[in-house]
């Protein structure tokens, strides 16, 4: 027998509204996490759910949650709580981390991403996953426009929103913090001169990065320590965001010699 059958549960409505109202997912604390493989990785990272729901029609894998209560769903109420299009029939509700810049902890040559206004998830989501391959020490969202827990977020993340520490923060306090640690600000902009590969990147170093229409606002621009550019040859003017952080991402992973 199944745990929840009928659309019109009260668990199952929360839920769904859970997933389409960002308000509701800041008063409440909670966030959705759906994918084995991103439930593996919120719990790896010490992450307790609150809730965890099964469609044993659909999940074709099991989990190993110790102690962990599992309501089990039917198919059709599944669907309806999902985000995805070929679920995989695990869905979780996670508090949502309250990291502080305070909380984060950098290597001795910190390398941090600094994303300001960034609009789409998709979007947040590819930076999340470049900055957990190339070991990033954090990134910190400045002014954001999209919610760092919106459930495409953490979907397009593949989970990496977990495994890197990942805080919202205002620019001037990033800004603050980021002098206080003696790290350069490097801005990305297509207006720069000098091209990412010709700047010392084995140094502490904050790489921001903007919007794709719009860019860098003043304040990170003015208070840049230096700009770089990538190399543009076609008649566009800019790259997609979260490819142009992995490029220079990955400079800095080559000039430090893959560390």
């Not at 993340?157 to 890197?164: C, H, I």
């Not at 800004?175 to 902009?189: E, G, S, Y």
Request: charged fraction near 25%; hydrophobic fraction near 40%.
């Amino acid at each position: 027998m199944m745990d929840i059958t009928s659309l019109q549960n009260p668990k199952i409505k929360y839920i769904v509204k859970l997933r389409e109202d960002k308000r509701l997912r800041r008063q409440d604390g909670l966030m959705l996490v759906e994918g084995r493989d991103e439930l593996t990785l919120a719990l790896s990272t010490g992450l307790k759910p609150h809730t965890l729901l099964t469609a044993p029609e659909i999940a074709s894998v099991s989990i190993d949650i110790p102690n962990a209560e599992i309501t089990t769903v039917t198919r059709v109420v599944f669907e309806k709580i999902s985000y995805r299009d070929n679920p995989d029939g695990w869905l979780g509700l996670f508090p949502i981390p309250q990291n502080t810049l305070d909380d984060l902890k950098l290597s001795e040559n910190p390398f941090v991403i600094v994303a300001e206004s960034v609009e789409k998830p998709g979007n947040l989501g590819a930076i999340l996953r470049t900055a957990d391959a190339a070991g990033v020490d954090a990134v910190i969202v400045c002014d954001g426009r999209v919610d760092v827990w919106n459930p495409n977020t953490v979907r397009a993340s593949r989970g990496t929103v977990f495994t890197v520490p990942t805080v919202e923060a205002d620019s001037q306090m990033t800004l603050d913090w980021l002098r206080l640690r003696k790290m350069r600000v490097l801005a990305a902009t297509p207006s720069a001169e000098v091209l990412h590969t010709s700047v010392d990147l084995n140094q502490p170093i904050a790489l921001a990065v903007g919007t794709e229409d719009e860019g860098l606002t003043d304040f990170w621009m003015q208070n840049a320590d230096i700009r770089v550019k990538i190399p543009m040859l076609g008649k566009v003017n800019s790259l997609n965001v979260s490819i142009a952080t992995a490029l220079i991402t990955y400079e800095a992973v080559r000039q430090r010699g893959g560390r």
